[in-house]
């Protein structure tokens, strides 16, 4: 029987710190049918040298400038795809890979053909401890993920995390790639919802585990904390107004409903920074409305296509 062709895809940017936790832990996956790409975004760091003088049996792109997490990583899919993967997995750089983790992601996968999208639960980079995403994303599961014996080989959830995130070939050739309308944040989000209209099944692996310290260079200093706030919010406000389930005036109302709950927030922390943000974030949205707009009726009529 023939094994899968999985082709993982690192998306970096100045995450030397990390490189050399990821790659050796990559290199024990002991999968058969795999291959490694680091996607880099025009770090600024040693991370390439890091590649060159350590890991130099794994593939590296050097994109010319920061491309952001959805079309950094289309580069890697779309390389993936030409190269026959059977399944194309993001990993981030500030992870380690447990051994077997593919293999029964990989497991699930093909035993369940409905489901198009696939992650591992994540334990704290450092100890065995769930991190902060398994802790919040799934509270009532914590204690079915525990104990790896008696859980199930798969959970359904509304989604994964980009972090660690296996995709099927199909899955992307009927739904397309990551949507570079989020330069940051939500893009799995809504890959996610995508593939769930269009019939997909997102499973949660317990038996497959990963370390995630997760924020990674986002976490370099204030300046850069900034900007991911930034890009987390709007990326936050394209997501709740692009609902392909959902009608134009509901996807609207859920706007203002994100803007009040994050205007409340703002004047609670007295924070003249995040106030000239948000007014910022209000004013780009404005200028990409056309954008958003397109979005969500091009997926709309495709998920009302679905539903025939």
Known sequence: MRLPAVYIIVLNFNGSKWLKGCFEALRCTGYANLKVLLVDNA????????????????EVFRAESNLGFSEGNNIGIRKALDESADYVVLLNPD??????????????????????????????YDSEDFNTWTRTAFPRLLDILNDTESAPPWISVEWVEGACMAVKREVLEKIGLLDPIYFAFYEEIDFCRRACCSGYKIALVPRSRIHHHRGGSWQANAVISRERDYR???????FNMTDPRKSLFSNLKQYLITLATKVKSTAEALSAGRAIDLCKMQIDLLANAGGIFRKWRTERRNYRVTLK
Request: charged letters at 25%.
């Open 232 to 238: 987390c919010d709007r990326s936050q406000f394209i």
């Open 95 to 124: 992870t380690r890979v447990t051994p077997g983790w593919l293999d029964k992601i990989i497991e699930v996968g093909e035993e369940n053909p409905h489901i198009g999208v696939l992650g591992a639960v994540q334990l704290s």
């Open 43 to 58: 770090s600024t760091d040693d991370s390439l040298k890091i590649m060159e003088d350590h890991f130099p049996e794994f």
